[in-house]
């Protein structure tokens, strides 16, 4: 079975802290994603990375950053929390470019204050 | 830009009944997933459907996706209450790297 886990299920922060969501899947999966995920918006894609070292922009990433230094893991950094993060963070991977099913992480609900 | 629209939003039903979900799409894709999330968990993936006239069927819930309407549906027969969960659709957008544009979800409420 594939497994996607994530560092932290919650997660509580104050505004202005730097904040490291941390994504790690164990099925040699290409692609990984991360999403936020808020009620009555269905999922927003913040990051996507379909290599090591390489990353793509995707409809929301201001304020985010990513890293993905191993092909296994996949960071989502906050580099300064805002009170408007406060959100679920859903990682995701896939295994090949294109067609293919995303499989998900158990998610961080993270609260900013 | 591509949209994805699900109604209904929210749906109580009782056992034993049929209802279907709608999943409309604003742009061409051929590709359509259906997810499920239960309360406090993530989602799981359903059916992927990858062209026109496509159906799938698990258990009570069948899928179907009409690229020409932009339409799929995701029908459930004879509900039970473990069907209890927030249906999501996704939609591939072509080239775009692929990348899932999802609609809001469905939360469907079954009642014994």
């Known amino acids: 079975d594939v497994k996607v886990t994530q560092s932290s299920r919650y997660l509580v922060k104050r505004t202005g802290e730097k904040v490291f969501l941390e994504c790690v899947q164990d099925?040699?999966?290409?692609?990984m994603f991360w999403y936020r995920q808020d009620p009555g918006l269905g999922l927003r894609l913040i990051y996507f990375?379909?290599?090591?070292?390489?990353?793509e922009k995707g409809d929301i990433p201001e304020g985010y950053s990513v890293s993905r230094e191993k092909k296994e893991r996949f960071s989502l950094i906050l580099e300064s929390a805002s009170t408007n993060q406060t959100s679920m963070y859903l990682c995701?991977?896939?295994?090949?470019?294109?067609?293919?099913?995303?499989?998900f992480g158990p998610g961080t609900r993270l609260t900013v204050l | 830009e591509l949209k994805v629209e699900q109604n209904p939003l929210f749906l109580s039903m009782q056992e034993g009944k049929n209802y279907t979900i709608y999943c409309n799409y604003s742009?061409?894709?051929?590709?359509l997933y259906w997810y499920r999330q239960d309360p406090g968990k993530s989602l799981e993936s359903l059916f992927v459907?990858?062209?026109n006239g496509a159906v799938k069927q698990e258990g009570r819930l069948m899928a179907s996706l009409d690229t020409k309407a932009r339409l799929s549906t995701l029908h459930i027969t004879a509900a039970v209450h473990d069907l209890s969960a927030t249906y999501f659709c996704?939609?591939?957008?072509?080239?775009?790297?692929?990348?899932?544009?999802w609609g809001a979800g469905t939360k469907l409420i079954i009642k014994p």
């Open positions: 742009t061409t894709s051929d590709r």
């Open positions: 990375s379909y290599d090591v070292k390489m990353k």
């Open positions: 995701a991977s896939s295994k090949d470019r294109g067609v293919d099913t995303q499989y």
């Open positions: 459907l990858l062209s």
């Open positions: 099925m040699d999966h290409e692609n």
């Open positions: 996704a939609v591939v957008l072509m080239d775009s790297n692929y990348q899932l544009i």
